[in-house]
């Protein structure tokens, strides 16, 4: 997630070490990233969509390549997961990386960040796709794929949300990333 950079601190806020920010217009999206507080829903919304992103492209992407080599549908499912997995990483690597960590501890946060809310979006999605009739057989250019799958994206994130907002207000999952966010 891009965030825009406000800094409402005050030199006093430099010099204690104390933050001001939490309650200021345009900042509400980091309550509840502490541990122990309740998270809101839009928070974990935001989160649950940025794992969504990163799984929609690895899936879509795995699926088109399994397609174009004419594999068979679980070798493309394993390799859409595998990239799900791989463009969740990499969207939380972009943004923890631009601020300033090292690879080897941008990426354990990231797997932090990242691992339950992706491996729920997968197992829901996938299991939607499993379920609806014909959507396996459907392909590339059938509207049957593409609706199944929307369907499929949207029943994870439904579910996928409550889980999101369990972890960060227990300071867990997005709300590790949260002292990274420019």
């Not at 980091?30 to 309740?38: F, L, V, W």
């Amino acid at each position: 997630m891009e965030h825009e950079t406000h800094d409402h601190r005050t030199d006093h806020d430099h010099r204690t070490g104390h933050d001001h920010r939490t309650g200021h217009a345009g900042h509400d999206h980091h309550a509840g990233h502490g541990g122990g507080g309740a998270a809101s829903w839009g928070t974990a919304a935001r989160a649950t969509l940025h794992c969504l992103t990163g799984c929609a492209i690895g899936e879509v992407l795995g699926m088109i390549i399994g397609t174009a080599l004419g594999w068979g549908d679980a070798p493309t499912m394993v390799l859409a997961i595998a990239l799900a997995f791989f463009f969740g990483y990499a969207l939380t690597l972009r943004g923890v990386l631009a601020a300033g960590l090292g690879f080897a501890s941008a990426f354990k946060v990231a797997l932090a960040a990242d691992t339950l809310s992706i491996l729920v979006m997968e197992v829901v999605d996938n299991g939607v796709l499993l379920l609806v009739p014909g959507a396996m057989d459907a392909h590339l250019d059938d509207a049957l794929f593409w609706g199944a799958l929307a369907f499929a994206f949207l029943v994870a994130f439904l579910v996928t949300t409550p889980v999101n907002k369990w972890l960060i207000g227990r300071g867990k999952g997005h709300a590790v990333i949260h002292r990274y966010h420019r």
